[in-house]
T-cell receptor, first 117, second 119 residues
Framework: DSGVTQTPKHLITATGQRVTLRCSPRSGDLSVYWYQQSLDQGLQFLIQYYNGEERAKGNILERFSAQQFPDLHSELNLSSLELGDSALYFC????????????????FGQGTRLTVV | AQTVTQSQPEMSVQEAETVTLSCTYDTSESDYYLFWYKQPPSRQMILVIRQEAYKQQNATENRFSVNFQKAAKSFSLKISDSQLGDAAMYFCAYRSDNAGGTSYGKLTFGQGTILTVHP
């Protein structure tokens, strides 16, 4: 168990709809990352939040948005869904950089499998 | 921008044998971290091993070891005494250590290598 919790685990929805994916990071981790894993694009970084503020953006569509709340949980909102948005969406968290020898890796949740029909 | 390339879409190994998965990367940074993640059929992303670029010594975790060649920008994973439970997709990943950069913290992944272990 990585300590990162994602809900729901599975989601089936129709094209044009909007969904919200939720992530609770490991206790004490301030950074949250969202990744999309699809068959044709592999694992792609979407967006990073650090202590409530957007830190970095990757290949995230304008139809997608995210936020991190004061309790550090994060939500990824996907709207106007298309068939091509079907993918596994991962949330990961990592602690504050603790210097040489400290924790540097990201801990991943189990993912949310989104199917758009 | 950093890129990570895994040139082996699929690899196979006999149980108890040794297999090496290849990874190359491209970066202009000097401080970074490299990782191998394992993704079994459950889809969970599991950290296998990490390497700090400032360390010359290759990382080792039990049956897993890496061959880190910084000048060649190569980072291969060796799995010794392969077990059936090692069957999974393996991803090589890069993370910048440039705290002032916009890519700090995020992981850049290779396309993955599917490892099959034959009994």
């Amino acid at each position: 168990d990585s300590g990162v919790t994602q809900t729901p685990k599975h989601l089936i929805t129709a094209t044009g709809q909007r969904v919200t994916l939720r992530c609770s990071p490991r206790s004490g981790d301030l950074s949250v990352y969202w990744y999309q894993q699809s068959l044709d694009q592999g694992l792609q970084f979407l967006i990073q939040y650090y202590n409530g503020e957007e830190r970095a953006k990757g290949n995230i569509l304008e139809r997608f948005s995210a936020q991190q709340f004061p309790d550090l949980h994060s939500e990824l909102n996907l709207s106007s869904l298309e068939l091509g948005d079907s993918a596994l969406y991962f949330c990961a968290s990592s602690p504050i950089r603790t210097g040489p020898g400290g924790i540097t890796e990201a801990f991943f949740g189990q993912g949310t499998r989104l199917t758009v029909v | 921008a950093q890129t990570v390339t895994q040139s082996q879409p699929e690899m196979s190994v006999q149980e108890a044998e040794t297999v090496t998965l290849s990874c190359t990367y491209d970066t202009s940074e000097s401080d970074y971290y490299l990782f191998w993640y394992k993704q079994p059929p459950s889809r969970q992303m599991i950290l296998v091993i990490r390497q700090e670029a400032y360390k010359q010594q290759n990382a080792t975790e039990n049956r897993f070891s890496v061959n880190f060649q910084k000048a060649a920008k190569s980072f291969s994973l060796k799995i010794s005494d392969s077990q059936l439970g090692d069957a999974a997709m393996y991803f090589c990943a890069y993370r910048s250590d440039n705290a002032g950069g916009t890519s700090y913290g995020k992981l850049t992944f290779g396309q993955g290598t599917i490892l099959t272990v034959h009994p």
